[in-house]
């Protein structure tokens, strides 16, 4: 009959394909497995290099916006402003003060009083310029000081934005290993089963099985022949 | 693949993610309406504001300038006429730099009105810039509005101004000189020189002419 030598293979081979299979079967699991923590923690890590782009073009726009505003012609229209405005609160401070506020004698002639609306005129005039060199003098601090100002509210913005990127930076590798328990799965079942089976298939196939298998060794046989 | 093991703690892991990305959301929305909080408060200290104390500064300065310019006014014409040049082409020219003083003393006041309302700008832009920081850290845009409201008060407080120097004392130093040497003189020139009783120390401006 053919099932003498073919049994005797027969439990073998099946036992290593149990095994193989079961083994392919673990393989296949755990690498699924790794893939899909890689992609978990890539996603995230992808979704905070968006969020930190985004940051960074915000406070980039920012200062791109202040910068513009150093430019020459706006720097000369800022310098401008604060010179008319400084201009025209100096001047208008100037007092007028008609010659006939001076107190003279009824006889007083004419001349007398021409010479003093002269002098008053001139002194009007010579204040009035004095007062427009200051103004255009103080502009300068003015504008600046301006300057600082709208700095400082740059400074405020930008350090906003690094509040919010450092905070989400900081929380990436936790959200990465939770993002990661959420799709992590342990080994397949059925591949180690299938492995062990087919352990257990060859190690019974080995030991002899339902009553065919190897022959059992005689312990005595090397005393039987007699002395 | 099949009979695949289960994974009991994809929720919980779902569940923290999911409450730590909108801890942190609410986060910077808090600061973000703290913010807010404080641009609005801070919103009353516009260009009208400082107009406004430009103006409070010149109106406490202005009158003691005034004062002092009629005085010295007062005693120049006196001086003048007792020396019998005040209808002259050099009374004009004298009264004619008092004026100049005067005047130029006005846009130095509005000048130092400019620079004393950059002082106080600078001020409450160091005020603002310390709360964004408080805001920041905190994260509590109800106690950060409390704080900026009391900070914002705080800013008001009176600064002390010293009153005005004597703006006119050079202008009339060569009129004082000449009394005190028409007074100290062996026949004073001037009226109130020859009778008991004249001018006080030239150095005071407190003296009335008398005549």
């Known amino acids: 009959m053919c099932f003498g030598l073919e049994a005797a293979w027969l439990p073998a081979l099946i036992s290593a394909g149990l095994s193989g299979v079961g083994t392919a079967i673990s393989a296949n699991s755990a690498q699924k497995d790794a893939r899909n923590r890689a992609q978990a923690r890539n996603a995230q890590l992808i979704q905070q290099l968006d969020e930190q782009k ?7 726009g920012l200062v791109d916006q202040r910068l513009e505003e150093y430019s020459p012609q706006s720097q000369s229209g800022t310098l401008g402003e604060a010179t008319q405005k400084r201009e025209a609160a100096l001047t208008s401070d100037i007092a007028q003060t008609a ?44 504008s600046w000081f301006d300057a600082g100002l709208k700095d400082a509210q740059l400074g405020r913005g930008i350090d906003t934005i690094n509040n919010f990127s450092k905070s989400s930076a900081g929380m990436l590798p936790s959200l990465q290993d939770l993002a990661e328990q959420e799709v992590a799965k342990p080994p397949s079942v059925f591949g180690q089963l299938l492995t062990g089976l087919g352990g257990a298939v060859g190690s019974f196939a080995g030991g002899g099985g339902f009553g065919g298998g190897a022959v059992k060794a005689d312990p005595w046989a090397g005393l039987r022949g007699g002395f | ?11 919980e892991a779902r569940d923290a993610r999911l409450r730590a990305e909108a801890d942190e959301r609410y986060r910077k929305s808090a600061i973000i309406a703290g913010q807010k909080r404080i641009d609005t408060n801070f919103s009353q200290f516009d260009d009208g504001y400082f ?5 409070d500064y010149k109106s406490n300065y202005f009158p003691q300038l005034e004062t002092q310019f009629n005085d010295a006014n007062d005693k120049l014409t006196a001086g003048l006429a007792g020396r019998g040049m005040l209808e002259s082409s050099v009374g004009a020219s004298r009264l004619g730099d008092l004026q100049k003083t005067y005047n130029d003393e006005r846009s130095s006041i509005g000048g130092k009105a400019f ?14 810039s310390n709360l964004y920081s408080y805001n920041t850290a905190a994260a509590d845009p109800q106690g950060v509005a409390a704080r900026a409201r009391s900070e914002a008060t705080a800013l008001v407080a009176p600064q002390a101004f010293s009153p005005l120097g004597q703006v ?4 009339l130093q060569p009129i004082a000189a000449f009394v005190s040497a028409d007074r100290n003189s062996v026949s004073p020139q001037l009226g109130f020189n020859q009778t008991s009783g004249g001018y006080s120390s030239p150095t005071s401006s407190s003296g009335r002419v008398i005549s």
């Open chain 2, 51 to 55: 107009d406004n104390f430009r103006e």
């Open chain 2, 115 to 128: 620079d004393a309302a950059q002082d106080i700008r600078a001020r409450i832009e160091n005020q603002k």
């Open chain 2, 1 to 11: 693949m099949c009979f695949g093991g289960g994974n009991d703690g994809s929720g």
């Open chain 1, 99 to 142: 010659p006939s506020a001076t107190a003279l004698s009824g006889s007083a002639p004419k001349v007398v009083e021409s010479a003093i609306a002269s002098s008053m005129r001139k002194a009007l005039g010579e204040s009035t310029q004095q007062a427009q060199n200051q103004a255009k003098l103080g502009s300068y601090g003015q």
């Open chain 2, 168 to 171: 006119f004392a050079s202008a």
């Open chain 1, 54 to 60: 985004g940051y960074a073009d915000e406070a980039r």
